[in-house]
């Protein structure tokens, strides 16, 4: 499957950005979807993620009620609408998705990643 995400920008501190990200290929319901991020000096860590053979979705602790990861399967696109951004959410931002049937936390278990898309909140 193939990745490609969009929609980061400059955003004050408070405002919303909705990413996303288009597959090709198989269709992504055959994989756990996810979003992560990597700020500059720190290692990349899952924000998001979605399944729908084991049916689920995880938030990271620091973004549970602000962000909220959604599809369109029919499009094949996966979402991160994202509010109440605060300065700290700044980093570049990644699709990915593994073959595992449950949502693991390492990015080492991610088999595919679409290119990053930039994020960055001013206070």
């Known amino acids: 499957v193939q990745l490609q995400a969009f929609g980061g920008g400059l955003v004050q501190a408070g405002g919303s950005l909705r990413l996303s990200c288009a597959a090709s290929?198989?269709?992504?319901?055959?994989?756990?979807m996810a979003w992560f991020r990597q700020a500059p000096g720190k290692e990349r860590e899952l924000v998001a993620a979605?399944?729908?053979?084991?049916?689920?979705?995880y938030y990271a602790d620091s973004v549970k009620g602000r962000f909220t990861i959604s599809s369109d399967n029919a499009k094949n696109t996966l979402y991160l609408q994202m509010n109440s951004l605060k300065p700290e959410d700044t980093a570049v931002y990644y699709c990915?998705?593994?073959?595992?049937?449950?949502?693991?936390?390492?990015?080492?278990?991610?088999?595919?990643w679409g290119q990053g898309t930039q994020v960055t909140v001013s206070s």
């Open positions: 979605i399944s729908w053979v084991v049916t689920g979705t």
């Open positions: 990915a998705a593994s073959r595992n049937l449950h949502i693991l936390t390492p990015a080492s278990q991610y088999d595919y």
């Open positions: 290929g198989r269709s992504f319901s055959n994989y756990v």
